[in-house]
C-alpha cells in the first residue's frame, strides 16, 4: 500500500510561483506524476517523472514547470514559474507500485 501526502498549493497571482510537494509512503516506487482537475474538465497529466529521473511535460506547461524528486526520501515535486490564470485547477500527486495510488489534491489559484 502506497499514501500519498500533498503540501504546497494555494493562491498566487499570475506570473508567480509555487512549489508542490508530494510525499510517498513505501518503496520501489517506479514513475510518480502530477495531474490536475480543473472545475468542469477532465483530469489531464501535467509531467512525469521515473525512478531514473526520467521527466516528461504536457506541452502547456513545458519551460514553466518542472518536476523533480529526491529518491531518499520519497518525494516528488512540482515547481510551478510563470504561473497563468489557465493552471487554476486542483493538483493530484499519482506513484504506480504493481497499481494506481492517488493523492488526496491540492488547490492551486492563480489569480489574474
Known amino acids: 500500500q502506497v499514501q500519498l501526502v500533498e503540501s504546497g498549493g494555494g493562491l498566487v497571482q499570475a506570473g508567480g510561483s509555487l512549489r508542490l510537494s508530494c510525499a510517498a509512503s513505501g518503496n520501489s516506487i517506479n514513475n510518480m506524476a502530477w495531474y490536475r482537475q480543473a472545475p468542469g474538465k477532465q483530469r489531464q497529466l501535467v509531467a512525469t517523472?521515473?525512478?531514473?529521473?526520467?521527466?516528461n511535460y504536457a506541452d502547456s506547461v513545458k519551460g514553466r514547470f518542472t518536476i523533480s524528486r529526491d529518491n531518499a526520501k520519497n518525494t516528488v515535486y512540482l515547481q510551478m514559474n510563470s504561473l497563468k490564470p489557465e493552471d487554476t485547477a486542483v493538483y493530484y500527486c499519482y506513484a504506480k507500485r504493481f497499481k494506481d495510488y492517488w493523492g488526496q489534491g491540492t488547490q492551486v489559484t492563480v489569480s489574474s
Open positions: 517523472i521515473t525512478r531514473g529521473l526520467t521527466t
